[in-house]
């Protein structure tokens, strides 16, 4: 490797020390209901974040809540000997995508049937402290 790429290489690992990344595959909520609860925390504080997910009534919010706590604990790790309250972490990011369709059949009047179509999602936080 030459040295412009070690540099570029060091300076990109460098700048991603202060992120951390968490995702939840295959959940089974409609993407639609899980959106609702990621635009509540989208950009906000973490623990912020965290106090309106636990009282939130919804329940994907406890699935999420769960996801964030997981995106903590990995930027822990990755930052040892480090603190996450002294660290300012914030949501910098939070994807909702649709994931696989269960395809299910409901009888129908007249012989007929109607197709249900019981969706999921895939949820990715990425979580990022705030240089002061």
Wanted: charged fraction near 30%; hydrophobic fraction near 40%; proline fraction near 5%.
């Amino acid at each position: 490797m030459g040295a412009r790429k070690r540099i570029a290489a060091e300076a990109r690992k460098e700048a991603l020390k202060s992120t951390a990344i968490a995702s939840l595959k295959n959940c089974p909520t409609s993407p639609r209901k899980m959106r609702l609860i990621a635009d509540t925390v989208r950009g906000k504080n973490v623990f912020e974040a965290l106090n309106v997910l636990r009282f939130s009534p919804r329940e994907a919010s406890i699935r999420l809540e769960k996801l964030l706590l997981s995106a903590i604990a990995n930027w822990e790790a990755k930052n040892e000997g480090q603190r996450p309250e002294e660290a300012n972490l914030f949501v910098r990011e939070i994807k909702v995508d649709s994931a696989r369709m269960l395809k299910r059949l409901q009888p129908a009047p007249q012989g007929r049937a109607h197709r249900i179509r019981k969706r999921s999602n895939h949820v990715t936080i990425i979580v990022d402290s705030a240089k002061n």
